[in-house]
């Protein structure tokens, strides 16, 4: 009798289903591998780190070798204290020579950029038409003077003729009234005949200060007039000259002390790069109210400016020394460090170790800042090698022919041409 149960329904849908998962965890489990075997790899073959006691191999040993730094001990010296600001040349005096009368220019009498003194002749103004106004009115005041001696030679008579009772008594006083008009009159004269001959005399154009020329505003053979705004040439007094400008109003307190005491403040002008040094001059004069909007106040130095090294309007870095500091812990500004723990330096110690210092610093004069507390004289601080250093590490102090690395690994270069340190371990390139 055939068997009429059920069969198990196996499909072919169901084993490619758990085909896929089987093959699916395989895959899984080989980039596991192969992810453990990439990373031992890697481990393997990378610089090992330094252990963390003694030498531990050749790697450990290239990481414990000494910082190399430069290092210069601290000096006890007197530090001048400037303060130091951006001026402007400015001329005492500025002239624009204009002529006071019209006519025509004869003469130019002077070279483009000359430097001339008071009085020097500068032009000449066509002086005809001045001379015969000064001979007419010269003829009228001898015509007048003329007049008055007659008149007063009538009074005379009158006043004759009027003692011996010849005359009325007013006859005289009109005569005496008439001599006075003719003398006011001749006042009047000499007054046009002075006037002429001013006016002559501004023909002749002259300096009116001592200082160098500019450049020619007018040509020989023009008409020039008293109404000309542009003037003839401008004159600028170059010495002495004075250098215009302005400090913090919190530095100004140290610099009137210095000049209510009688000191005498020097000032130095440099260029504008402040490298080269110009000038030196003397503190004059300090303004007399502050710019509530800059917060500055401003100073003018004078300057004899015997060369003519400082030019008007020229630009100038300014250093005004307010005082000396004598005696002063004084160290290179370089070696000055500025981080969390504050204002600090590293400080070499005789076991050619570092220590980080903390500082109170007092006034600097760019090169060199003096240090008030936390350093004293002969303790060196480092110069170079500062960005890989650390409190308490390890550093080799070079010499002054040496240069020190830039960066961290790099060669160590000595003055006479040693070839390259090579870290151990390390094949060439």
Sequence with gaps: MADTSPQPDRTPSSSTSNGKKQRRWLWLAAVVILAAGGYWWWHANR????????????????FQMPTPVKAVPAQAEDMKVYLKSLGTVTSYNTVTVRSKVDGELLKVLFQEGQLVKAGDLLVQIDPRPYQVAL??????????????DNARRDLERYQTLYAQDSIARQQVDTQSALVRQYEGTLKTNQAAVDNAKLQLDYTRVTAPISGRLGLRQVDQGNLVRSSDTNGLVIITQTQPISVLFTIAEGDLPDVLTQLRAGQT????AYDRADIRHIADGVLTTVD?????TTGTVKLKARFENKNESLFPNQFVNVRLHVRTLSGA??????????GTPGTFVYVVNN?????????????????????????????RVVVEGLDRLRDGA?????SGTDTVPAAAGAQLQRGGGEGTRRRPGRAAP
Excluded: C, F, W, Y
Aim: proline letters at 10%.
């Design 265 to 268: 403040l020097t000032v130095a």
């Design 47 to 62: 610089e090992a780190p330094p252990p963390a006691g003694g030498p531990g191999g050749p790697a450990g040993a290239a």
């Design 394 to 398: 390890q550093v080799q102090v070079v």
């Design 288 to 292: 007399n109210q502050i710019d509530t």
């Design 329 to 338: 812990t004084v160290i290179p500004s370089g070696a000055v460090q500025r």
């Design 351 to 379: 076991d050619n170790t570092v220590t980080l210092r903390v500082l109170k610093l007092g006034p600097s004069d760019g090169e060199r800042v003096a240090v008030l507390d936390g350093l004293k004289p002969g303790e």
């Design 135 to 148: 001979a007419q009115a010269q003829g009228t005041l001898e015509q007048n003077r003329a007049q008055l």
